[in-house]
């Protein structure tokens, strides 16, 4: 009785002497390290540190055992002295090569977002079509000679070039609202694939700091502040295919940094008609740290493509021998674009526990695309090649403050955010020509100024295995469009506010199993030529969303994440091949279920895959006749990465995509495909040998498909069926690599 007596006076002791912890996580150069996750082996409280390294644990007395854990860094133990009691800790991590053993799980971390970086990290991004195929899920396709933005397949949408998913690069927006080919165009080609460090991403219209078009999800794309070293790289292969970059250490110092990256792209396609495909990029960032805790960083970065097309061809073409499958019925399509960003974002420590974030940016772009959907269809002499064009300019500036505090003594943590975005658009315009030179007729020109006016707040409060995180949106809207077809002055403006409610539920009863609830409302506006036209019915449609998912870390090398969740869209954008245009057509639900796995079969091998299965329907239409053309609902992306195994590494990748409809009764379907892709590195001193092959097994798949009514030359009537772009067959390229 007495030694029990003693055990719960001790046991009391302990709890009463208990008291929070702070302290700081750096690396061995000094720099704060973010979201390194912190958890006590003692008492099972959990931590993380914010945007300058600093943290905060609770529950936490002399020699208890803290662990820290953060990607690409060892892991680390760390026993709490008694002298560490009212001071600030100071703990450095030592770089490593990343591994599912550093993934920590608590209510307080995303480990989806983890899992993608360690797959950037184990299977590094080869091209620029490639960034996008980092995110669980997704699956691209490119139609138009290279330089059009890829068009992009997520949870049973055809999202066309970006209407239901938000992009963002450093902060900057990478989607184009009332474009002249399409709503929410996304043209992601700015970014040099060796300037990529991290990804963040999130399904569905959960994330109150992320507005329009965030309805399939958001994904945002973060550039490295400073490279570990210079670089040049040339590569060439089939197809009169060449590349060459260069990233280039310009300052490295305790309080600034610099690089310059810099690439151009060649390629003519398999096509019987070359691509005199090109692009050039160039980019600069500069990073420096200010007194009174702040920093601050420059981006300026330009790109400009142009390239001629073969453009979707019919089946029947094909079929009947007129043209071979890298043929073309209309070989003068084909554009040029460009765009020119200046980007500054700024920090500042407010307090121990405060901060201050803005960014400022500002892009001029350039537009120009000639198409031919249906051929002969609407000019039977001339044909009915379409040109789209656009100059537009957009500004905008954003700041969040942010918060660590307690509330009923657990962590509370807030962020308030507000914003602008103003769209500059100019002779946004759809025309018929003849090619690519001769005006037939205008079908649509004018001049659109959009604004876009925000504020957001962010919460999260954390008790025990649970973190609630309520959050809010508003939105201003304000579209006008001067329409210069009419022969007198003719203005016409709309304006709308919006409100949208999120909420995210998260419980982490242990370091290996993660159970989290999302719900929440987004939108995606619609193009400003619709809405002033439509007297402002619809502007914003609305996305209901709900997610019920769990994170499963088996052990340190086996990760398993699944999600069950639920999509209602209060308007449904579909392409219409004929004028190349997207245009509503009524209300959609979606139900699915994805799932994912990371296995770490041994130090050197790295296997990873997900599969995602959507049931997507028109909730308007009759049943048999409620099929939403081009929406997937099989898709799966995996493969198998080599590292850590000498001077040898390398990786085996794959997508798939099932059978799918192209028309709303199901009558016609767009043919799915398997393809795999294969890398193999050799470094030797400061080379690196590289093998790429794109369709290793020369799959014959169609890249991207649309049912379309056209009709050729010597046609009396018109005909609907798949026309398609073709995939590329076996492509071989060779890569060399200098480090210096």
């Known amino acids: 009785m007495k030694s029990k007596l003693i055990w719960v006076l001790l046991l009391c002791c302990a709890f009463a002497n208990a008291q929070k912890i702070s302290g700081i996580v750096e ?31 609770d529950k936490t007395t002399v020699n208890n055992e803290l662990y820290f854990s953060f990607l690409g860094f060892e892991p680390l133990t760390y026993q709490v002295q008694a002298s560490d009691v009212n001071t600030t800790i100071k703990i450095v991590l030592t770089q490593s090569a990343v591994s599912l053993e550093q993934i920590v799980i608590s209510p307080k971390v995303d480990v989806l977002n983890s899992i993608v970086n360690i797959d950037l990290e184990n299977n590094p991004v080869k091209n620029s079509q490639e960034v996008l195929r980092k995110v669980p899920g997704l699956i691209i396709g490119q139609h138009a000679g290279g330089g059009k933005a890829e068009q992009i397949f997520l949870r049973g949408f055809d999202i066309d070039h970006g209407t239901d998913i938000n992009l963002t690069v450093d902060g900057l927006p990478v989607n184009m609202v009332s474009h002249a080919h399409g709503q929410g165009y996304s043209d992601l080609h700015f970014l040099i694939p060796e300037t990529l460090d991290k990804i963040e991403f999130g399904k569905g219209p959960y994330y109150a700091e992320r507005g329009d078009f965030t309805t399939a999800g958001y994904v945002a794309f973060k550039t490295k502040d400073k490279v570990k070293n210079s670089f040049i790289s040339q590569e060439i292969g089939d197809f009169n295919s060449f590349r060459t970059a260069g990233v280039f250490k310009l300052l490295e110092t305790a309080t600034s940094n610099a690089y310059v990256a810099s690439s151009l792209n060649s390629f003519d396609g398999p096509y019987e008609t070359p691509q005199n495909f090109n692009r050039f990029n160039v980019m600069g960032k500069y990073n420096f740290a200010l007194q009174d805790d702040q920093r601050v960083s420059f981006l300026v970065s330009h790109f400009t493509s142009k390239w001629d097309a073969s453009g979707q061809i019919p089946e029947r073409a094909v079929a009947s021998g007129l043209i071979g499958r890298f043929g073309a019925i209309d070989a003068t399509e084909g554009g040029t674009t460009s765009r020119t960003n200046f980007l500054v974002n700024h920090a500042k420590k407010l307090s121990e526990t405060s901060n201050l974030e803005s960014s400022a940016y500002f892009s001029q772009y350039n537009f120009e695309l000639f198409s031919n959907f249906t051929f002969f269809l609407e000019d039977p002499v001339n044909g009915d090649q379409i040109r789209q064009f656009e100059a537009r300019n957009i ?68 008790t025990g295995d649970f973190s609630l995180s309520p959050e809010l949106r508003l939105d201003y809207f304000k579209f006008d469009y001067v329409n210069k077809l009419t022969e007198t002055y003719d203005n016409k403006s709309e304006s709308k506010v919006f409100a949208s409610p999120k909420f995210k539920a998260v419980y982490s009863p242990n370091q290996q199993l993660q159970l989290f609830a999302k719900t929440g409302i987004g939108f995606h506006s619609n193009d400003a030529r619709v809405v002033v036209a439509n007297e402002g019915e619809a502007i914003l449609p609305a996305a209901y969303g709900a997610d019920l998912g769990i994170v499963y870390k088996v052990n340190d090398k086996l990760i398993l994440n699944s999600a069950l969740w639920a999509l209602f869209l209060d308007q449904e954008f579909v392409y219409v091949g004929d004028v190349g245009i997207v245009e509503p057509s009524g209300k959609t639900r979606r139900t699915g279920i994805d799932f994912g796995a990371r296995y770490e079969a041994l130090n050197w091998l790295y296997l990873f895959g997900d599969i995602n299965y959507t049931y997507a329907r028109s909730t ?45 009764d199901n009558s016609i379907v767009a043919a799915g495909y398997f393809v795999t892709d294969i890398t193999a590195n050799y470094t030797y001193k400061n080379f690196v040998f590289s093998l790429l092959i794109e369709n290793l097994f020369d799959t014959e798949w169609n890249e991207t498909q649309f049912a379309t009514e056209s009709r050729l030359f010597d046609e009396a009537e018109p005909v609907e069926e798949i026309h398609f772009t073709p995939g590329t067959p076996f492509f071989i390229r060779g890569k060399v690599t200098v480090n210096f």
């Open 395 to 462: 500004l905008g500036f954003q700041t969040a403050y942010t918060k660590d505090t307690s509330l009923f003594d657990n962590d509370f943590e807030y962020s308030a955010g507000a914003g602008v975005r103003y769209d500059d658009v100019n002779d946004v315009q759809l025309s018929r020509t003849k090619n690519r030179d001769q005006l037939l007729e205008r079908l649509a020109f004018g001049d659109v100024d959009q604004i876009n006016s925000f504020a957001y707040l962010k919460t999260k409060y954390t």
């Open 27 to 57: 690396t061995q150069n000094s720099l704060p390290l973010e979201d390194v996750a912190i958890f006590n082996k003692n008492s099972g409280t959990h931590s993380h540190t914010n945007n300058n390294g600093e943290f905060t644990i």
């Open 620 to 664: 308007e239409e009759l049943e048999g006749e409620d099929y939403i053309p081009l929406a997937p609902d099989l898709t799966s992306t995996g493969g198998v990465s080599i590292d850590n195994l000498g001077a040898f590494s390398g990786g085996l990748n794959y997508r798939y995509i099932k059978d799918r409809p192209a028309n709303e």
